[in-house]
């Protein structure tokens, strides 16, 4: 029994079994590899809901998609407009005004925002999910946008990686796997897969300092201080936009 009005983390959940211990325990929050780790599926095809999932998700990201196109493929599913326009009405974004459209929205956010919103609502359809799965997806996503950021930086892309980090996870599949169904950036495949380029250090940093890795974290070249600050942003960021 609780003597103090705290909540109470558990650190490194690594099992299903350790998850459910801790649950049963009365803890409130979880941190570990389990919620990140893909379950793989040993069928020869993904499941209908990740399909369509995958199939969506690809085309938001085509290189040469029209905002015409996202606007029409985002309001043909009523449930993904409604989410998307409660997404942007909420404190984490912070518009100007209530957007009552998704016409409306994509020309007053943009249509990368629109993707990235839209990317976002699609993983977290899939709701057999633990909900610490989103939370460390979200976190990630608003890090790497932060620590990403600069006068010749591409924020978005920086928030894509972050999100889609977990993308093996979420579609229960290798991470090269889930790669091959969407045509993201050469920079973001490296990144997620390798480690690779700017993008791939930022990453690299986010993990280290989520993993609580301090030697890889000295290692990245990313002030410790900084990932810090960004982390402690992203939380509560996060916890904004998921309430």
């Not at 459910?20 to 599926?41: A, H, M, S, T, V």
């Not at 407009?81 to 956010?109: D, G």
């Not at 919103?117 to 979200?138: A, G, M, N, Q, W």
């Not at 990144?191 to 290692?219: K, Y």
Request: with cysteine; glycine share 4%.
């Amino acid at each position: 029994m609780r003597t103090l009005p705290v909540k109470l983390l558990a650190e490194k959940v690594e099992t299903q079994e350790e998850f459910e211990f801790c649950l049963e325990k009365g803890f409130d929050y979880f941190q570990g590899f389990y919620f990140c780790r893909p379950k793989i599926i040993s069928a020869t095809t993904m499941p209908a809901n990740r399909m369509t999932v995958c199939r969506l998700l690809a085309k938001l990201h085509q290189a040469d998609v029209t905002i015409q196109e996202v606007e029409s493929l985002v309001s043909e599913d009523p449930s993904l407009s409604y989410r998307i326009l409660r997404f942007i009405n909420s404190a984490a974004i912070s518009m100007p005004r209530k957007i009552e459209s998704i016409r409306q929205a994509v020309r007053m956010v943009g249509l990368d925002h629109i993707r990235t919103l839209s990317s976002l609502v699609l993983l977290f359809s899939l709701d057999d999910k633990p909900r610490e799965l989103i939370k460390t997806s979200v976190v990630r996503a608003r890090m790497c946008q932060l620590l990403g950021a600069g006068p010749t930086q591409d924020h978005g892309t920086y928030f894509t990686m972050g999100l889609f980090s977990t993308l093996d996870a979420f579609l229960n599949c290798s991470m090269q796997s889930a790669l091959d169904h969407l045509p993201l950036s050469d920079e973001i495949r490296e990144a997620l897969l390798h480690g690779d380029g700017p993008l791939g250090r930022v990453l690299s940093a986010v993990l280290a300092f989520e993993q609580a890795n301090w030697e890889d974290l000295d290692h990245v070249g990313i002030e410790p201080q900084s990932v810090a600050n960004a982390c402690f942003e992203a939380v509560s960021w996060g916890e904004d936009l998921l309430r």
